[in-house]
């Protein structure tokens, strides 16, 4: 695993629709708007933020833990509408020992149903597998989340089971998860 290539410079990725892009203060607005939603973290292990100053706050903690090397957000940017954040893509708990990460994501209600979310893990898997060289990519998806996990699977990702009433989410008391996962050999024989 390349670490180098995700906490040298902060990676910025790149489709024909969509930018994956370091998350400013010029955001504070859209951030707040997808961090106010509750309907945006039914399935996450996050607690929504009412209020602005906390939002703003989240900035720099987002810095804070790109500069320990243990997570990264993207924000997730529309090339059409360049300065507008619709949602966040992450990756954190690098495992070098088994040169794994885990992802997760989430976007803007109004943004929800375009395939934003699944090119956005699409770009990300390629950049780990490609470029940073890591072997596992895994998610944790809440079994409810029906589209999260059509998300992951269109993406060459597998179920790879349930884990019973083993995590505490925030909000949410312990709770089960199944986990997704793909492999660079999957990778390499998957076809988009």
Same mark, same amino acid.
């Given at each position: 695993?390349?670490?180098?290539?995700?906490?040298?410079?902060?990676?910025?990725?790149?489709?024909?629709?969509?930018?994956?892009?370091?998350?400013?203060?010029?955001?504070?607005?859209?951030?707040?708007?997808i961090y106010d939603n509750?309907?945006?973290?039914?399935?996450?292990?996050?607690?929504?933020?009412?209020?602005?100053?906390?939002?703003?706050?989240?900035?720099?903690?987002?810095?804070?833990?790109?500069?320990?090397?243990?997570?990264?957000?993207?924000?997730?940017?529309?090339?059409?509408?360049?300065?507008?954040?619709?949602?966040?893509?992450?990756?954190m708990d690098f495992s070098?020992? =088994?040169?794994?990460?885990? +992802?997760?994501?989430? !976007?803007? &209600? $109004? @943004?929800?149903?375009?395939?934003?979310?699944?090119?956005?893990?699409?770009?990300?898997?390629?950049?780990?597998?490609?470029?940073?060289?890591?072997?596992?990519?895994?998610?944790?998806?809440?079994?409810?989340?029906?589209?999260?996990?059509?998300?992951?699977?269109?993406?060459?990702?597998?179920?790879?089971?349930?884990?019973?009433?083993?995590?505490?989410?925030?909000?949410?008391? =312990?709770?089960?998860?199944? +986990?997704?996962?793909? !492999?660079? &050999? $999957? @990778?390499?024989?998957?076809?988009?």
């Open positions: 695993m390349n670490l180098e290539m995700i906490f040298g410079n902060f990676p910025v990725l790149e489709s024909s629709k969509l930018v994956l892009d370091k998350i400013e203060e010029t955001h504070l607005q859209e951030l707040f708007t509750e309907k945006v973290f039914e399935y996450c292990g996050i607690i929504p933020k009412h209020n602005v100053q906390t939002v703003r706050k989240m900035i720099g903690h987002f810095e804070r833990d790109f500069h320990k090397k243990s997570r990264v957000k993207w924000g997730i940017f529309q090339k059409i509408q360049r300065n507008q954040l619709v949602g966040i893509i992450e990756s070098q020992k =088994v040169n794994m990460v885990s +992802i997760g994501y989430f !976007l803007a &209600e $109004d @943004y929800w149903g375009k395939g934003i979310a699944t090119e956005s893990v699409r770009m990300l898997v390629k950049f780990l597998f490609e470029e940073v060289n890591v072997n596992r990519i895994q998610a944790e998806v809440m079994p409810a989340n029906e589209v999260s996990k059509k998300v992951l699977l269109k993406n060459g990702f597998m179920k790879e089971g349930l884990l019973r009433q083993a995590h505490s989410w925030s909000g949410k008391g =312990v709770i089960d998860l199944e +986990i997704y996962s793909i !492999l660079k &050999e $999957d @990778y390499i024989d998957f076809t988009f």
